[in-house]
């Protein structure tokens, strides 16, 4: 099973960006969490972070023809402005978990919106990094169940 893990703007700003709301620990922290934790799992994974979103758009659909099985993906402030990012995921059909390291459901009005949600097999908030682990555990509970 591979499962893309992937992540939008200023993700790969952490550690520096609102330590207050999103912790002291780095995007280089953030990977061997995901990846230590996929190893547990017997998953591959494969990492990509963009603050572009045509970058975030081409990343989905390359998981396409690389034959991705499920993506765990946190579209940051992309989650409330990206029609393209929610067009792609619908063209691929790629199983995906949407995931924020904060409690967006609890910060400011705009942030309300999700584009994402309304495709994503789940919706993980405010559970830090291991957001990104109960993703990739989401993706696989979801795999079996379709077998």
């Known amino acids: 099973m591979k499962i893309l893990v992937l992540n939008g703007p200023n993700i790969n700003f ?80 790629i199983p995906t978990v949407e995931v924020h390291i904060s409690k967006v459901d609890e910060r400011e009005d705009f942030r309300q919106i999700s584009y994402i949600r309304q495709i994503a097999i789940k ?6 990094f291991l957001g990104y682990c109960d993703g990739i555990d989401a993706i696989i509970d979801y795999l079996k169940d379709c077998k």
């Not at 709301?21 to 922290?29: E, H, L, M, R, V």
């Not at 993906?73 to 059909?93: C, E, Q, W």
């Not at 919706?123 to 830090?128: E, R, V, Y």
């Open 14 to 93: 952490l550690g520096v960006r609102e330590p207050e709301i999103y912790g002291s620990a780095t995007y280089n922290d953030l990977i061997q969490m995901v990846t230590d934790h996929a190893v547990t799992r017997g998953v591959k994974i494969e990492f990509y972070q963009s603050n572009h979103e045509g970058d975030l758009v081409d990343a989905i659909q390359k998981a396409y023809y690389d034959k991705i099985d499920g993506i765990v993906f946190n579209p940051a402030a992309y989650t409330h402005t990206s029609v393209a990012i929610l067009d792609a995921i619908k063209a691929v059909k």
């Open 123 to 128: 919706t993980i908030t405010g559970k830090g």
